[in-house]
């Protein structure tokens, strides 16, 4: 299997790493491009990985091509590309704001499927570059479950993937997408506080974020529903309870609510 990236940005070195790390293919079989030239030397250097002199040659004899560019400059390279790209190419889509159906459009080139061309449309989140990322992902109707499921495990390498319908994808961004600025403002808050009743900013940092990467793990490995992990740690007259009531009278649920929302409404504007 060969696979070409076309840009080769934050997240699409992270899949580029994660993809090596678990010996799905072999990092020569890996070629990219970016208009960027420091950033096909990063790449190189870091990965030793093949570059191509430009898109068409990148993608030549490619089994899997992956767009990890910004959807702004889309149509141009589609443009490019669809000539070039072998009929049973899968295509993984991992920009924002462009629909299977919109990318179809652009890739009928003479070399497309009669059909539909094979599109996998994904949108992993940040923390895919420290193989944490969590990635929704959907299909075309040309993609088989065969093929979906090599689209999957390239996805997984760099952290947990699942199959959605296309109509929730706006829904994923605010609520994975988006997500990891919201704890990040979490853990700032936190470290704040931290600070004020006397800790070094650096050890409120470690103490808050620990505390998000444990929770996490509780609700991951099956220990409860959240709202009867909450209650384990909300002992009578305690601490805990004194600060969740402040939380509830500042709004903190119907803020958190609110601005995931405002994330989807935004996704389906772009």
Not at 148 to 157: H, V, Y
């Amino acid at each position: 299997m060969k696979i070409t990236f076309i840009g080769l940005g934050n997240m699409a070195t992270a899949m580029v790493g994660g993809i090596i790390k678990a010996g799905l293919v072999e990092k020569e079989d890996i070629c990219g491009f970016d208009i960027s030239e420091a950033a096909r030397k990063q790449a190189k250097a870091t990965f030793g990985i093949g570059l191509g002199t430009d898109n068409k040659n990148a993608i030549d004899g490619a089994d899997v091509v992956i767009l990890a560019i910004k959807p702004q400059v889309a149509a141009a390279v589609l443009a490019e590309i669809k000539d070039s790209l072998a009929p049973d190419a899968i295509i993984v889509s991992i920009m924002a704001g462009k629909s299977i159906a919109w990318i179809a459009e652009q890739l009928r080139g003479a070399n497309a499927s009669p059909t539909q061309p094979k599109i996998v449309r994904a949108m992993p989140n940040l923390p895919a570059l420290v193989g944490e990322g969590m990635s929704g992902v959907c299909r075309s109707a040309a993609v088989s479950d065969v093929e979906m499921d090599k689209a999957l495990r390239l996805l997984e390498s760099f952290g947990r993937a699942e199959e959605i319908p296309e109509t929730l994808i706006d829904a994923v961004i605010g609520v994975s997408g988006s997500a990891p600025a919201y704890v990040f403002i979490f853990i700032e808050a936190l470290a704040d506080a931290g600070v004020a009743a006397g800790m070094m900013r650096e050890q409120a940092y470690r103490f808050a974020s620990q505390a998000i990467i444990g929770s996490a793990r509780m609700l991951q490995e099956g220990t409860g529903h959240p709202g009867e992990l909450k209650d384990m740690v909300c002992s009578p007259g305690g601490t805990t309870i004194e600060a969740v009531k402040v939380l509830e009278e500042k709004g903190f649920r119907s803020a958190v609510i609110a601005a995931a929302l405002a994330a989807v409404e935004k996704s389906k504007l772009l």
